[in-house]
């Protein structure tokens, strides 16, 4: 490891701020068929290519991409214990807007304009009161809800599915609404409120 890969990593395991996933692999002999492994194969995934890994590996991983490293060995016997380190990047902080002049929309504001607008623009048979409004994915600049069919005693339909109907974006910094309902590439476009 070069001094500067060294430096990196000891900057990086020392910040509490960078999450840090220790795995432990069992390749005892107790956990793999007896005798070595006709053929082995190890592969490391980053998530992103600032992040960092560590192994002891016996012999050299081949760098497939910025993110994926890989060993293959045959008739190989692996150390009994495979110790990898992964030190991700520090996420970046939200974005801040500076000519917002309120404060964010919050995830139970986002919520309530999300049930008026429903409300008064239906984008389905499917009553109100038979919607289920779920958190989506995260993201920094919007709130992203998934709208489920609920089938039970009030709601008709079978109690053991549960249909994605569309999903609904609310801007955090002003509260426009979008959706990809009723598109066939799931691509978002503005909503009436």
Sequence with gaps: MSEAARKTFSDR???????????KLDTSKD???????KHF??????????????????GALQKESSTRFVA???????????????????????AIHANSSSAAIGRDQARD?????LG????SSVPLKCMD????DVDVDRWVFDVHERHDA????DPHTWPRLFSIRVDKHGGALSTDYDDPDLDFHSMAQ
Excluded at 13 to 23: E, K, L
Excluded at 120 to 123: N, T
Aim: aromatic share 6%.
């Design 120 to 123: 008064k623009h239906p984008l």
């Design 31 to 37: 956990s793999l068929p007896g005798g070595p492994v």
């Design 72 to 94: 293959e060995r045959d008739d190989f016997t692996p150390p009994s214990t495979l110790r990898v380190l992964f030190l991700t990047a520090q996420l970046p902080e939200p």
């Design 133 to 136: 409004i779920l958190d989506g």
């Design 154 to 157: 009030t709601c008709a339909g």
């Design 41 to 58: 194969t190890l592969v490391l995934d980053k998530a992103t290519p600032k992040d960092l890994v560590s192994v002891c590996f016996p």
């Design 13 to 23: 395991t020392s910040n509490a701020n960078d999450p840090q996933y220790d795995v």
């Design 113 to 117: 304009l999300i049930f008026a607008a």
